[in-house]
């Protein structure tokens, strides 16, 4: 038995709780703790020590973020502090718990954790995972391998950004029954079926919990659509997942720990990124060569 701590930072409460990675099983009761509120990077960081603490397990953490997140990086920051952007997140939370920690998408924590233990369980192909809630997440799933940061909420439906004109939120401020809010759902997976021919959709978020409302409504040509199975428990299987996926030693791109770079320097340095009209050369060559500190 592996078991690794998982925790799930959301817009209304962080919570956490130790997860069998081999079964998918919390080992204990959450702990829940409110969001800091305006979310700030310091105040966030804060509560997950708290939680790091209070279980006192040994090893590696997960953390999911509701933003992009790459090499360990917040890149995004819909709703909290702009702050995270450009975050060295992995290494904030690293330092401040004395614990290796991983961070992940909290869609794509919530599909891993759906395609591995839940409604996805045991099926090939392509399962696309949505969370429907304040926005609309997305974790894309080819044969159990994360294809990370897909960010589908942001699709544009015509004139229609599909986040603000589906989500969960988007049926509560318009009003909508059900069977309304059902056809534009149908409408937003079907654009989504003709770029990705998913095997499966996993629909998740609170609406998971009433699919009679909804379900029977949906059209769909070719994908089959089921709700989510863990609710409320997928954020932090998938975040322990991750981090068991990613225990060993870590390199990470240097960047700001409480930033004040919008894009971390390593990226922004990165060769595959950067212009290739000409090589440095000279005093710049050994400069290149140098790696600087992380700014502190």
Known sequence: MSVILGIDIGGSGIKGAPVDTTTGQLQTERVRIPTPDGARPEDVRDVVRQLVDHFALPGAVGVTFPGIVQHGHTLSAANVDKGWIGLDADTLFTDATGHDVHLINDADAAGL???????????PGTVLVLTFGTGIGSALIQDGTLIPNTELGHLWLRDKHAETWASDRARELDDLNWKQWSKRVSTYLQHLELLFSPDLFIIGGGVSKRPEKWLPHLQLGRSRVVPAQLQNEAGIVGAAMMAAQ??????????PVIGQATVPRKLRADPTLASKKAAPSGKAKVAAGKKAAPKR
């Open 113 to 123: 954790a759906e395609a591995r233990f839940g409604a996805g369980a045991g099926v």
């Open 246 to 255: 990613s225990r060993g030693p870590t390199t990470r791109p240097a960047g």
